[in-house]
């Protein structure tokens, strides 16, 4: 059934609790919800859509309130087959419905689904009147494709803001905020943000500075919970994670495959800890998939990377977390490297290209060490974790 979450507006989103991954990659253990919105007004018009796969139990939701045959509009705030896989049935069922979306989301509509007539093309500042609802469309660039924006309901002041203020996670049985457990919602929606639309950070500072001008009562993201009750946390915690406003704390990733250099990370532990930090985590590259890695580098301004050399490289664990954190854009970390090598070494060059790439900045050398780490060397490990919890608080 879908649920009403103002007068003649409707959440017709589904819980993903199947899949283990979201884009095929990112684990979603605790699920996922595609929010989709229905406005009954003279104009019937469908907000956002679902992922194909869901279609039924979607098409089940709608039908509860509307023939498909009824609708006039389906707005498309972002064309991820996430939210529009759905699409082709709808426009099968109701040959006659139109969809309202950007110039890029045109070109979409056609490479994914051959969709090419009965297509309203809209740009910021335009409005659609719907008869006592009006939507106003706000281009939001690269939140999270170039196609997306954002519809803006004046009379209710509810923004639907696409992935935008989105976070993983199902809803357990409530729609809004003060309905649901919100601590686990912020926790993934740190973990959301540095995955899926932290790339664009610089975009999504665009966005909110245009959304400051509107009153918002109600965001309605396409995941996760309706923001109703205290809307402005999601939009500081939004700001604050793209903005470089890390906190004080320190992540260590590191691998090891026979304990040596697992032995400094230790030690770097140690050191960091002895400064009196209190917020550090300690993440093995084998055991957590880079998703997680990622949110944790993303919320903590030090991160200190530890590898052993593999094949002249560093180890492919530590690899696949470097080529996801230059994917996703980690930058300007305080930074520490170590690691342990056989014979040529070559680990630690790696993770200081992308330190390079990334604009982190090392507070010393790396510490290598050959085998078996030394009374020294050791030392000098405490000294590193020393170091970056120095350098984080200044
Ligand atoms: C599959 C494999 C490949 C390796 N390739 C290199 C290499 O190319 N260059 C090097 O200096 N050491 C290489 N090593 C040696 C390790 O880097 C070295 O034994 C290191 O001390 C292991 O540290 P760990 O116990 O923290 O894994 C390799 C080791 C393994 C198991
Ligand atoms: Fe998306
Ligand atoms: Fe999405």
């Known amino acids: 059934m879908g649920q009403e979450i103002k007068d003649g507006i409707y959440w017709v989103g589904v819980n993903d609790r199947r899949n283990d991954l979201f884009e095929s990659y990112w684990p979603i253990p605790d699920g996922i919800s595609y929010n989709s919105y229905l406005i009954k007004d003279e104009k019937t ?50 040959p006659d ?74 809803l357990d049985g409530g729609l809004f905020d003060d309905q649901l457990d919100v601590e686990k919602y912020y926790d993934e929606a740190v973990r959301y943000l540095s995955n899926i639309v932290g790339a664009y950070s610089a975009t999504l500072q665009g966005a909110l500075a245009k959304l400051q001008e509107l009153n918002t009562e109600i965001i309605a993201p396409t995941h996760g919970p309706i923001w109703r009750e205290n809307p ?18 320190i992540t260590i990733v590191h691998g090891s495959m026979y304990g040596f250099t697992e032995k400094v990370t ?5 050191g960091a800890r002895s400064t009196g930090l209190q917020d550090l985590k300690v993440l093995d590259a084998s055991r957590w998939h880079p998703s997680y890695l990622l949110s944790a580098a993303w919320k903590r301004r030090g991160l200190i990377v530890g590898s052993p050399t593999y094949e002249s490289r560093a180890f492919p664990p530590i690899s696949n977390f470097l080529e996801v954190a230059e994917k996703k854009k980690l930058k300007e970390r305080i930074a520490g490297i170590f690691g342990s090598y056989g014979w040529g070494g070559g680990s630690a060059r790696e993770i200081e290209e992308t330190a390079e790439t990334l604009d982190w900045d090392l507070v010393s ?12 060397q050791l030392e000098n490990g405490f000294e590193l974790g020393r170091k970056v919890a120095e350098a984080i608080e200044d």
């Open 45 to 94: 018009t469908l907000i956002d859509g679902a992922k194909g796969g869901f279609t039924e139990e979607f098409l089940g939701k709608v039908e509860s309130l509307t023939e498909v045959e009824e609708l006039d509009y389906v707005i498309v705030n972002h064309m991820e087959p996430d939210h529009t896989g759905v699409f082709p049935e709808l426009r099968r069922i109701n």
């Open 97 to 170: 419905l139109t969809f309202v979306g950007t110039e890029k989301t045109r070109e979409l509509l056609e490479s994914f689904y051959g969709i090419t007539q009965g297509i309203e093309v809209v740009e910021s500042n335009d409005a659609l009147d719907l008869g006592s609802h009006t939507l106003e469309f706000v281009e939001t660039p690269f939140v999270h494709w170039p196609e997306t924006m954002m519809t803006y309901l004046p009379e209710e002041e509810i923004l639907f803001s696409g992935d935008g203020f989105g976070t993983y996670g199902a």
């Open 232 to 249: 402005e946390e999601i939009v500081e915690l939004y700001d604050k994670y793209s903005s470089g406003g890390a906190v004080p704390g």
């Open 266 to 270: 230790e030690q770097v532990a140690r």
């Open 365 to 376: 050398s790396p510490v290598e060490f050959n085998g078996q780490p030394s009374k020294d």
